[in-house]
């Protein structure tokens, strides 16, 4: 099946700092979503991007299917961002299913 | 838009006895739901596909007879339980994707903690 890797798998910023963070798949995908999982669990969504760039504020991501990877860019961290990120894939076309990667748990100190 | 919520938010259960998990569309209707669980400083693991108006199907080493899943309605998943050991101790969280929407862009609730003693 379908393999999604995340790097790095862990990451210490102090605030303000950027960073990027990337999202390897071994298949080609039609969906992928990047979540920030706050300290509660909670899963929040921060793209859908199944390929091209979008932004949101300090935060962006590329999608570049053809090569099977995408990256979060987070820029000016703030605390606020600690957490674990997650790329998720969509395993095989329509089934709306999603393989969930390895994540990144990303600290920033004040 | 786009809420799922759930409840309850923790439960903690005795061994052999069985819990119900509630998944929620708030704002639309989803035809499919997801039910992922995460280990401890681990990623999320689909365990099944939730069917409105069918049954569910699960993900291999999956099951169907522990977990059991029943769709209800168009808002409505649930997930019980059965039988709960120490070792389905997890954090259970489903998903959905909204039925008219043009994306396949899904939203997830706020997750259940399940501690069985």
């Known amino acids: 099946g379908i393999q999604v890797e995340q790097s790095p798998p862990d990451l210490i910023l102090q605030e303000g700092a950027n960073s990027t963070l990337r999202c390897n798949f071994s298949?080609?995908?039609?969906?992928l979503q990047w979540f920030h999982q706050n300290p509660w669990g909670q899963l929040i969504n921060l793209f859908y991007?199944?390929?091209g760039t979008k932004q949101n504020g300090r935060l962006s991501a590329t999608t570049v299917a053809t090569e099977r990877y995408s990256l979060l860019y987070i820029s000016s961290s703030q605390t606020t961002d600690s957490g674990v990120y997650f790329c998720?894939?969509?395993?095989?076309?329509?089934?709306?299913?999603?393989?969930f990667g390895t994540g990144t748990r990303l600290k920033v100190l004040a | 838009g786009a809420v799922v919520s759930q409840h309850p938010s923790r439960v903690i259960c005795k061994s052999g006895t069985s819990v119900k998990i509630e998944c929620r569309s708030l704002d639309f209707q989803a035809t499919t739901m997801f039910w992922y669980r995460q280990f401890p400083k681990q990623s999320l693991m689909l365990m099944a596909t939730s069917n409105e108006g069918s049954k569910a199907t699960y993900e291999q080493g999956v099951e169907k007879d522990k977990f059991l899943i029943n769709h209800a309605s168009l808002t409505l998943s649930t997930l019980t339980v059965t039988s709960a050991h120490p070792e389905d101790s997890s954090f259970y969280i489903c998903?959905?994707?909204?039925?008219?929407?043009?994306?396949?862009?899904?939203?997830f609730g706020p997750g259940t903690r399940l501690t069985v003693t």
């Open positions: 998720a894939v969509e395993r095989g076309s329509g089934t709306y299913k999603y393989i």
């Open positions: 991007i199944p390929s």
């Open positions: 298949d080609s995908v039609n969906n």
């Open positions: 998903s959905a994707r909204d039925d008219r929407a043009f994306s396949y862009e899904q939203y």
